[in-house]
């Protein structure tokens, strides 16, 4: 699997693992080793990861952070842990403030295994910004910020690039915040911004107050139409239902079907279909070559192929209503449209999707022609 595969296959088996998690060092087993791992770094490896890092704080004092990652033998990320209980918003990472000051590291993470908070020393060389500027939960992935994960990893970390862009997230996460803010309740300032583009007369008190208002209204009718359209976008028709049994299309059929779905624009693919991608992907594994695997996103589903085949499909996620379905083959290649609640569960279907990718490798498919 790739870095992405990893992190979200990882992802996946949070809610579960947490359940059995009751210390510090359970977590750093079960969920932060993986995830060091995913970046591509060695855990068992002193060259790249060494745990229990000495952070010298002079010829009195010295004291270990739970991890350095380390290149070309200099620490380059300081890891603290804690337990997956622990709650990070409580956590003032006094301790890891400290330790970055010590080394030469730039960058610092703190983690209970599920929250993972990314600090520098943007503000202040060698002082550790309070703020981080990136953080991943990984109960609540979005692929912008793995985009920015991926900076990390072993392969793709560039010690000057990756600071410009943590300059760049934490100043706009900071316009986002402050955007928040206005949303819920403009100041002054932004009031008088639009006013006075749009307003001729004078800005009295009783015209600030009810540009205020304006300014609210305006401002969340903006957000909601953005997100109207997203919705609008990813509305099917109203011909799905349960256990529906429904041949794969012939071939010319499917390529009308693709033509037409590639020359509309309103095709979204969503968190849920990668995500349920990403999981069919981890039941196939040692099944067939995740390479192979391809998404293909169409206006009614969102469809899993062995070799990038429409005549090959392991499944199909019918994700786009509120009632998930999971569209799985039979022997006649008929699909059998399944009710699911939660993307978990798709696992117990873990045998008959095995079962369907292992069919075309074993020339059960009548057809193989694209």
Known sequence: MDFIDEIKALAVRIPDLVEHIQTE??????LIMPFIRALGYDTEDPREIVPEFTADFGPKKSDKVDYAVLKDGKP??????????????????AQLF?????????????????????????????????????????????????EELK???????????????A??????????????????????QFVRMFASQI??????????????????AAFN??????????????????DESAGILSPIPSAADEKVQETAASDREDIVTTEDELQGFYIVKSLLHGTVDLKRLFMRDMKTYCGVLLDDNNRKPIC???????????????????????????????????????????????????????
């Open 25 to 30: 060092e359970a977590t750093k087993t079960a």
């Open 76 to 93: 380059i990320m300081l890891i603290e842990c804690k337990a997956a209980s622990v709650n990070l918003d409580q956590e003032h990472a």
């Open 98 to 146: 400290m330790y970055f000051a010590a080394t030469q590291a730039r960058f610092g993470l703190l983690t209970n295994g599920v929250v993972y908070r990314f600090h520098s020393d943007l503000d202040d060389r060698h002082k550790m910004d309070r703020k981080p500027f990136l953080e991943i939960n990984m109960l609540d992935i979005n692929d912008a910020a793995l």
């Open 151 to 165: 900076r990390f990893t072993k392969t793709s970390f560039d010690l000057e690039s990756t600071i410009q862009a």
């Open 167 to 188: 300059t760049e997230l934490k100043y706009t996460r900071e316009i986002k915040r402050i955007l928040a803010q206005h949303l819920r309740e403009p100041t002054d």
């Open 199 to 216: 307003y001729s007369g004078t800005l009295t008190k009783a015209v600030r107050d009810r540009f205020a208002q304006y300014t609210r």
């Open 221 to 238: 009718e903006f957000v909601n139409d953005r997100v109207n359209d997203r919705l609008k976008s990813a509305m099917i028709t109203n």
């Open 316 to 370: 199909r996620l019918w994700f786009n209503r509120t009632q998930k379905y999971l569209g799985l083959f039979d022997q006649e290649k008929q699909e059998e449209r399944i009710p699911i609640e939660t993307l978990d569960d798709i696992y117990q279907y873990a045998d008959r999707l095995k079962t369907t990718a292992s069919s075309f490798d074993r020339g059960d498919d009548p057809t193989t022609s694209e």
